[in-house]
């Protein structure tokens, strides 16, 4: 094999300095165990374009390359329009709309994001598996992430695991919220062993929430929030806790006139790109329920 170029297979890695083994670079670069196995099983890591044991020590300088797989995968493909924000050889960047599953379950087994996503790599024939570095709730609009390769997944989900990444949403409330910020630091376990509601209990895991008020309204609140763990229902629950429940959460509150959904939208997700490390930041605006809704809560407001 000649010498390798960067490509949507191949990532490359820059020795530093001397006296590093191909393992101990490929882990100084945050490759993961596993992934290293896999790569080595696979004869998918290279120096100067030829298959090299892990225990060689390249020069500095020199370029470790790893090759990644091609995959087919297997998820019904089907029609569903995607509004996609950015898209390279490691990521897709998805504004994912409410009303929707993110993957099939026993309850949509079709109809998810995934099988439009699936759809869109066959018509483009990309030939990589479905792989989710964040997930959203199915009545939750915003910002959604996939990883088109194992490497990339690895890094992103590194990121997230380790709390690097900044996740904002904005959620409309029941209430006017008094402190313009706070941070609810409490931890979040199950209502009950089989529940998927989720409450506040001092056995749970610990959850950190910040919001901010963007505008009061008559009898409602627009937060910014930001969460620093990633528990499952974590703002639905924090913000129901402390008395003001998102408006629409038919879970944790109750159905709305103003909006069909619960008012939460993941707006901002900032992180480091997986294979040049530059800082990326993705935005999506406020879908056209939750701006009537905030339209509806304008025109109410008492003058």
Do not use: C, W
């Not at 030829?50 to 370029?63: E, F, S």
């Not at 620093?228 to 408006?247: A, C, D, E, F, M």
Request: proline content about 3%; glycine content about 4%; overall charge positive.
């Amino acid at each position: 094999m000649g010498i390798l170029k960067e490509s949507e297979n191949v990532v490359l890695f820059e020795v530093k300095t001397n006296g590093m083994t191909v393992e101990e670079v490929l882990f100084e670069n945050n490759i993961s165990g596993r992934l290293f196995r896999k790569l080595k099983r696979e004869k998918s890591i290279f120096l100067t374009g030829a298959n090299v044991k892990r225990t060689k020590k390249p020069k500095k300088g020199d370029i470790i390359y790893i090759v990644l797989e091609n995959k087919t995968d297997t998820t019904i493909p089907q029609n569903i329009p995607l509004d996609i924000i950015y898209e390279d050889y490691d990521l897709l960047v998805l504004n994912k709309a409410a009303n929707i599953v993110v993957h099939p379950t026993k309850s949509h087994v079709d109809g998810t994001i995934s099988n439009g996503v699936s759809y869109y790599y066959r018509n483009k024939n990309i030939k990589k598996k479905i792989r989710f570095i964040n997930r959203l709730d199915m009545d939750t609009s915003g910002v959604l992430i996939l990883a088109k390769n194992s490497f990339s997944h690895q890094q992103m989900a590194l990121q997230f695991q380790e709390n690097t990444v900044i996740k904002k949403y904005l959620a409309i409330v029941e209430g006017v919220v008094l402190k313009d910020e706070d941070i609810i630091d409490l931890p979040i376990g199950r209502e009950e062993e089989k529940s998927i509601k989720k409450v506040v209990t001092k056995d749970g895991k610990r959850a950190i929430t910040k919001y901010n008020v963007i505008k009061r309204f008559k009898d409602s609140t627009l937060l910014e929030v930001q969460i620093y763990t990633g528990r499952s229902h974590q703002i639905r629950v924090h913000l129901n806790h402390i008395g003001h429940p998102i408006i629409g959460d038919t879970l944790y509150n109750k159905p709305s006139d103003l909006i069909k959904r619960q008012a939460l939208h993941a707006s901002q997700l900032v992180a480091k790109h997986p294979r040049t490390n530059e800082k990326i930041e993705f935005n999506a605006p406020l879908p056209l329920d939750i701006k009537n809704m905030m339209k509806s809560l304008k025109d109410s407001e008492t003058i």
